[in-house]
């Protein structure tokens, strides 16, 4: 929490170097043609929307902040297979702001292509750079197996041992997570899908903190993405459906005490039923990616509020900083809240659409133990 209000206090100090670019333009701005083109500049409109979107977004560098025009960044690797150039690899910061060409390669600054690297003929090459969401991804990944790998030595240790130190705080949490959700979910088979569902769970909620975090490696917005959702999602939907009984698939393409009008002959139902396979862990994309995008979208917004009244008036800015510090604080606290449950209705859901696939119908298991 003090390192968010840190940054927060960053953003506004930025108030006075604008405020005073904007008083300076005013003053020498008409005399020549050099006064006419700070003109021109000074006079350009923040756009908070694009501001926004620019930093929710994946980006090959790890953008901290901009004072006046000196922009504060972390580089990261580019890696790029061109078949004209073979294989390339440098440091985004080889692209420099506002001449972002290198190597014959060139990362468009604007536009639907914004942050996406061509050759001069417009080819666009194989990118597999390593960005900021996937320097998240594995310190994410680092952080768990870190994590959980020491617990998993002290059990073996000492089984009977009481939990101490990060266990305390992740053991309550796990068993919570499989007796109140895997296991009532999914039923006898629930030990087969519980480590899944619990690096599931602890993946997310992991990611979604760390995007809270405004400094690196935090602030990414991983969970944010719809990639990374979409592919939790497509996780789900595989074991769900390889994991899938006869009672399963027969519920889905002859479904039991539906009219058979519904059935044939054009079977309205059984379409119902198999689009269902798909628009479940679709809900399980967009929910995630919605919720966390959302909460970064409405952080920043009171962030530019500060940008927004420096362009009317400096001491105004600072007014209005100190109703933005505390809204973003108050969101802070509710986007630790929303963290846990995102997380929590993703394993929720997912334990459901497993226990749907794997359950046996009662009806069915009667008649085999009187056979």
């Known amino acids: ?128 750079s390593i960005t900021k969401n996937i320097v998240a991804l594995l310190v994410s990944a680092f952080l768990l197996l870190l994590i959980f790998l020491s617990i998993g030595k002290r059990y073996r240790k000492d089984p009977l041992a009481p939990p101490r130190g990060i266990q305390a705080w992740i053991e309550p949490v796990a ?79 002859n479904t039991p005490g539906v009219p058979w009008w519904l059935k044939l002959p054009i079977p309205i139902m059984p379409l119902v039923e198999f689009v269902g396979l798909f628009t479940k862990p679709f809900a399980l994309m967009v929910r995630l990616f919605a919720n966390i995008t959302a909460g970064h979208i409405m952080v920043m917004a009171f962030i530019m509020l500060i940008y927004i009244f420096a362009q009317m008036s400096t001491g105004l800015a600072y007014g209005i900083s100190v109703v933005s510090i505390s809204f973003n604080v108050f969101l802070t606290f509710l986007e630790l809240l929303v963290a846990f449950i995102q997380a929590f209705i993703f394993v929720f859901l997912s334990s459901i659409y497993i226990g749907l696939a794997v359950t046996e119908h009662h009806h069915e298991e009667h008649q085999t133990e009187h056979a």
């Open 175 to 253: 068993i919570m997570i499989t007796d109140d959700i895997i296991k009532p979910s999914i039923g006898p088979k629930y030990e087969r899908y519980t480590p899944y569902l619990l690096s599931l769970f602890f993946f997310i909620w992991i990611n979604n903190m760390m995007g809270l975090i405004p400094i690196p490696p935090g602030g990414a917005n991983l969970t944010g993405n719809i990639a990374v959702t979409g592919t939790l999602a497509i996780l789900t939907l595989l074991i769900t459906t390889f994991s899938g009984n006869k009672n399963y698939w027969k519920h889905i393409f």
């Open 1 to 128: 929490m003090l390192v968010a209000i840190v940054f927060l206090g960053i953003f506004a100090g930025n108030v006075q170097t604008i405020g005073a670019q904007e008083h300076e333009t005013e003053e020498t701005g008409v005399s020549s043609a050099h006064g006419n083109e700070s003109e021109e500049k000074g006079s350009e409109k923040l756009n908070p929307g694009e501001f926004i979107f620019d930093h929710i977004k994946d980006a090959h560098e790890w953008h901290i902040m901009t004072i006046g025009h000196t922009h504060v960044s972390i580089p990261l690797p580019v890696i790029i297979y061109s078949k004209n150039k073979g294989l390339n690899i440098f440091m985004s910061s080889k692209f420099k702001h506002g001449t972002a060409t290198y190597k014959g390669f060139r990362l468009e600054t604007e536009g639907e292509n914004k942050n996406k690297i061509f050759e001069e003929d417009g080819t666009k090459p194989i990118d597999i």
